[in-house]
T-cell receptor
Framework: EDQVTQSPEALRLQEGESSSLNCSYT??????LFWYRQDPGKGPEFLFT???AGEEKEKERLKATLTKKESFLHITAPKPEDSATYLC??????????????FGQGTILTVHP | EAQVTQNPRYLITVTGKKLTVTCSQN?????MSWYRQDPGLGLRQIYY???????DKGDVPEGYKVSRKEKRNFPLILESPSPNQTSLYFC????????????FGEGSWLTVV
């Protein structure tokens, strides 16, 4: 069964304490792995797309990496405004499921000042 | 401004009363999709559309209908809503090409009593 699993479910950090969020997937024919940030009551906001193993992308304090089985979202020296739920999603090919997008359950990040 | 617009944003309705949640995008995107988000279950795909008159089921299509008569619009129809369809709904769109950024609307809070 195709699955996307994020860990941990929740993460509490002190301001400036770097850490990583994990997204592991078992889908076949990956056509894109996405990271989103979601604030309470809002729609997900796009952060990164990764296409192939070894790829890395950075944006301010965030860096996303991809292997054949998982992706990491590294947060360097986080600030309280980085507090949000971070969602991972994969889009994959194969049969009639080309357009399917499967999300992980998210990691709730809280950064304390 | 690139936008995915959903209406209504908030709705309380009664069991069995048909309702439609509209979704419109102004980016000329081929791909559109509907998701529901529930606590502990994350974002789950209901239906998606790869282009006009082309729709397909996501992971949780039961109790929902969609149509794609125009490129910009992708309404979600609940023919006979039930309380288990109480949820936060998101519409999303992207270019059809693999891996392109998927933009989300602000969400529609639906309560069925």
């Amino acid at each position: 069964e195709d699955q996307v699993t994020q860990s941990p479910e929740a993460l509490r950090l002190q301001e400036g304490e770097s850490s990583s969020l994990n997204c592991s997937y078992t889908v076949s024919g990956l056509r894109g792995l996405f990271w989103y940030r979601q604030d309470p009551g809002k729609g997900p906001e796009f952060l990164f797309t990764l296409y192939s193993a070894g790829e890395e992308k950075e944006k301010e304090r965030l860096k996303a990496t991809l292997t054949k089985k998982e992706s990491f979202l590294h947060i360097t020296a986080p600030k309280p405004e980085d507090s949000a739920t971070y969602l991972c999603a994969v889009r994959y090919a194969g049969g009639t499921s080309y357009g399917k997008l499967t999300f992980g359950q998210g990691t709730i990040l809280t950064v304390h000042p | 401004e690139a936008q995915v617009t959903q209406n209504p944003r908030y709705l309380i309705t009664v069991t069995g009363k048909k309702l439609t949640v509209t979704c419109s995008q102004n980016m000329n995107h081929e791909y559109m999709s509907w998701y529901r988000q529930d606590p502990g279950l994350g974002l789950r795909q209901i239906y998606y559309s790869m282009n006009v008159e082309v729709t397909d089921k996501g992971d949780v299509p039961e109790g929902y209908k969609v149509s794609r008569k125009e490129k910009r619009n992708f309404p979600l129809i609940l023919e006979s809503p039930s309380p288990n369809q109480t949820s936060l709904y998101f519409c999303a769109s992207s270019l059809q090409r693999t891996g392109h950024t998927i933009y989300f609307g602000e969400g529609s809070w639906l309560t069925v009593v």
